[in-house]
């Protein structure tokens, strides 16, 4: 929603790993001594199969953070979180890389102006509720052979049973054909917000 509300546009997109670690208190040398395991329910999903493993009750928090305090001084506790947050609280990371899959997070770097340069672009845009018109929305796209590498959609606050997808294309806005597809894209929509043409960066 701020996206479309406000003057804002993406400069940088970037995606890090987020490594998970069980957490204990200094002291703990095997894993039989815990029977308590603390963290944010999310954490907890994303480590089940290690979870499971444990044979240790599962305690929800809040947040990791709170995990990690809740655990303080407990030699029968562990928590779920990362290296960073454990060992600025004097916490023993005793296994880590424990998610039962490679876990990313993507963060937007926002500006005030906008970039025609990088190798994705950023769209908003609604289209009418009627049957075939997101294909519509989309088919220009393909026809020039420009992928999507994300779409995500969220209800329309100003119509009951609207939606705005937030559409991510790996193209440049100085290149022609996207701004061909951008055009065509705009005649099938009720409204379209450009967010720009950024870098989009991993971390491993």
Known sequence: ??????????????????????????????????????????AISEAMDFVARLKASIIYTQSTSEALEKIRGARNRAAIASRLGAETRGLKPIMCGIEDRPNYTRFLVITRRRSDIGDRTLLIFSVPNRPGSLYKALKPFAERGINLSMIYSKPNKQSPWGYDFLLE?????????????????????????????????KIT
């Open 169 to 201: 294309t790996e193209c440049q806005l100085k290149d022609e054909k996207c701004n061909e597809a951008i055009q065509q894209l705009q005649q099938e929509t009720t409204y379209l917000k450009t967010l720009g043409s950024y870098k989009h960066i």
């Open 1 to 42: 929603d701020a996206l479309i509300k406000w003057s804002v546009y993406v400069n940088y997109s970037v995606e890090y790993r987020i490594s998970l670690c069980l957490v204990v208190n200094e002291g703990i040398e095997s894993l039989d001594e815990i029977t308590e395991v603390y963290s944010h329910p999310h």
